[in-house]
């Protein structure tokens, strides 16, 4: 079971459309005091195997208390529900509800932001919460549906998987990261000529940022600052951590390092994606 729930204008909408394409039995605008009656229906009628996933959203005042009484009663019923958060910047926000010329649902008779202020703050503890936060501010309907696929797309998933996101601090640093490493301590190959046109996903580029000074080092440490963690998280039941790996723009230097860190994080009850975030944005 999925409950997808998130700020309003994030994409809970397209989460819910790939996964009703991908065979899940989707319930949109769930009010969360349903979830529990929802289950027990669907057990009633459904066939074994049935992959669900609930879209709530927010609509009242009570909407946390009622969301963790839900999600209470489910684990009192042995159903293990994982709680995914889409989230997104308050400018993309708002720039999103701008361009389809709608109001907030919460913004009353204030302004756009006033709307979106209150739903971030009614959400926050919700959101420190979840299982998987999913940042939609950089993504376009075709990204954010290739990584909803990543997420759920293997029937036979490990317990856990780990995303080894590039990214370009001049963009932003990604928000649903888990951990940030930063990668400007590495000669950039930007003011290198011959590098310059090329990516970090080439060849001649790998080679020259993995051979730097301190490269080898950082890579060796850090799969073993993983262990000791990824261990931790299996024992909690995490099921998805994301590796945020960062340079000036998301070009060279991070994604060559987050391609040997997703090439070298091997162990059969991990599960690795790469993600390029920022690669091709200049």
């Known amino acids: 079971m999925l409950i997808v729930t998130g700020m309003s204008g994030a994409g809970r909408s397209t989460v819910a459309n790939v996964l009703e394409d991908r065979g899940w039995y989707v319930i949109d605008n769930l009010p969360p005091q349903m979830l529990m009656p929802m289950a027990e229906l669907l057990e009633q009628g459904s066939q074994p195997g049935t992959r669900l996933a609930a879209v709530v959203d927010v609509r009242s005042r009570t909407f946390f208390t009622d969301f963790r009484d839900g999600l209470d009663g489910l684990r009192d019923h042995g159903w293990r529900p994982t709680v995914v958060f889409v989230d997104a910047t308050d400018e993309s926000l708002v720039r999103r509800f701008e361009s389809v010329r709608r109001p907030h649902p919460l913004q009353g008779e204030g302004r756009m932001l006033d709307g ?19 940042d939609t501010s950089g993504l376009n309907v075709h990204q954010l549906t290739a990584k909803v696929h990543e997420l759920v797309g293997a029937d036979e998933r490990p317990p856990l998987r780990i995303a080894v996101m590039s990214f370009g601090f001049k963009y932003g640093i990604p928000l649903d990261a888990d951990l940030v ?69 998301g070009k060279h230097r991070s994604v060559a390092v987050a391609e040997e860190l997703g090439r070298r994080i091997d162990a059969p009850d991990i599960g690795t994606l790469v993600v390029h975030r920022d690669l091709g944005r200049e």
């Open 116 to 134: 979106i202020v209150k739903e971030r703050e009614m959400l926050r503890n919700l959101r420190s919460n979840a299982d998987l936060l999913i």
């Open 181 to 249: 490493f930063d990668m400007r301590f590495l000669p950039n190959p930007f003011w290198n000529p011959e590098l310059r046109p090329h990516t970090g996903k080439d060849q001649v580029v790998s080679d020259f940022v993995l051979a730097q000074p301190g490269a080898a080092e950082f890579i060796d440490r850090t799969l073993a600052l993983l262990e000791p963690m990824t261990a931790g998280y299996l024992r909690e039941g995490r099921s998805y951590v994301t590796l945020a790996v960062g340079c000036t723009g």
